[in-house]
C-alpha cells in the first residue's frame, strides 16, 4: 500500500471510530434548535423537520455501523459514500435554513446559529475527510445563503455574506486541519518505515558477522560465542554437549585438480549435508576454517553423535563428486567426535582439541571414517575404510 494510501485509511478508519461525535452532535444540536423554536412560537414545522434529523441520524447510525463490522481495508468508495452520508444530514439542515428566511428575527438568530454551530463542530469531528467536512457544510449553509442573499433587505444581505464568509473561513480551518492531521500520520508512518529498515539491516549485518560468506553456514565467530554458552549451560545442568569436527579428504588435491571455483562448489554441496544434519534449532553447523567444519550438538551424547557422524560421511559420499586424488574417486570427509563428559575436559576449548585429536587420528587411520574420543581418551574408529597410501601428515591434504 502507497504511503497516500495509508493515510487515507488510517484517517477514514479514524472517523469510523470517532462517528459517534457526528452523530450525537446531529441529534443533540436538532433537538436544541427544535426546542428553541418551540419556546419562540415557531412550531409549524419543527416536529416534521426534527423527525427528518432523527431519520437521517439514525440511516447514518446504521451505514456507519456497518462499515466498522465489515472493516477489512480502505477502499475509496466507502469515503464517497460516508460523504454522501454527511451531505444528506447537511441538506436536512440546509432545509432547516429555507424554513426561516421569511421569518422573524428571532428563528433566523436560532437557526442561523444552530446550523452555524453545527459546521463549527464538524471542522473537528469530520476535518480527517474533506469530502465529509464539505459534505456536510456546504448544503447547510449555501442554500441558506442564497436565499438571504436573494432578499431585498440590507440586514438579508449582510446575513448571507456573514454566512458565505463563514463558510470559507471554516472550510480552510478544516483544510488546514486536514493537512495537518495528514503530515502527523505521514511522519509517524515515515518513522516507522525507518525504524522497520534500520531493524531489518541490523539484523542482516547481525547474520552477515555471524555467517560465512561461501558456504552459509555459522562462521567462526558464531562458533566461539555459541560453544562457550552451550559449554557453561551444559555444566549448569550437567547435560550432554557433543562437538563433530569435519574435514573434507584431499580437499588440497581437488582444488588443484579441478581449481578453486570447483573448490568453492565442493565446500557448499558439502556444508548442505552438514545443514542437513543439524536439523535441531539447539544444533549448530559452522566453517571452522579453510576446509573444516564444527557441528555442536547439545544434550546429545557420544552414541547419537557417532550416529549422525556415520550419516554425514554417508550424506557426503553420495554427493558423488569426483575427485581423482581420493582412493575411492569422489570426495569424502573424515569426522572427530568428542562428548562432554564430567571431568573430562577443563573447558570448551579442551572438548574441541579432543574433537581435532580424534578427527587427526581419523585422517591417519585411512580417512573417511569417524573417530570419537572417549572421556578416558581412548579412541574408537568406525567408517568406510579406505587405503592409506599416499596420507599426508595434515588434516587439509
Partial sequence: MQQNDRVDAVLFRHLMDQAWAPLLGSSGGGLFMSLSLWLCGGGRFVGGWLALICLV??????????????????????????????????????????????????????????ILAMVMGAVLTLGGSMP?????????????????????????????????????????????FNRSLRKTWQLRFDNEDLVGALTEAHRQLSILAETDGLTGLANRRCLDRFVAREWARAVRT????????????????????????????????????????????????????????VI??????????RTLATAILDGVAGLRLSNDAAPVGHVTVSVGVATMAPGAYPDAEALLRAADQALYRAKHAGRNRVDAASASGIAGAVGNPAPAAGLAGETGQ
Fill in 238 to 293: 550437567r547435560a550432554a554437549l557433543s562437538v563433530l569436527m569435519i574435514d573434507v579428504d584431499h580437499f588440497k588435491a581437488f582444488n588443484d585438480r579441478y581449481g578453486h571455483p570447483a573448490g568453492d562448489d565442493c565446500l557448499r554441496r558439502v556444508a548442505g549435508v552438514l545443514r542437513s544434519g543439524a536439523q535441531r534449532a539447539t544444533d549448530l553447523a559452522a566453517r571452522y576454517g579453510g576446509e573444516e567444519f
Fill in 57 to 114: 441520524t439514525g440511516l447514518r447510525f446504521c451505514l456507519t455501523r456497518g462499515w466498522r463490522r465489515r472493516w477489512v481495508r480502505y477502499r475509496t468508495r466507502d469515503e464517497i459514500a460516508y460523504s454522501l452520508s454527511t451531505a444528506l444530514s447537511g441538506s436536512v439542515w440546509g432545509v432547516a435554513g429555507l424554513l426561516v428566511v421569511d421569518a422573524g428575527p428571532a428563528f433566523q438568530i436560532v437557526v442561523i446559529t444552530a
Fill in 132 to 176: 465529509a467536512f464539505l459534505g456536510f457544510a456546504v448544503p447547510a449553509i449555501l442554500p441558506l445563503a442564497i436565499a438571504l442573499a436573494a432578499g431585498r433587505g440590507a440586514s438579508d444581505m449582510l446575513l448571507s455574506s456573514y454566512c458565505l464568509i463563514f463558510l470559507a473561513l471554516m472550510s480552510g480551518i478544516a483544510w488546514r
Fill in 296 to 305: 555442536v550438538l547439545p544434550d546429545t551424547g557420544i552414541t547419537a553423535a
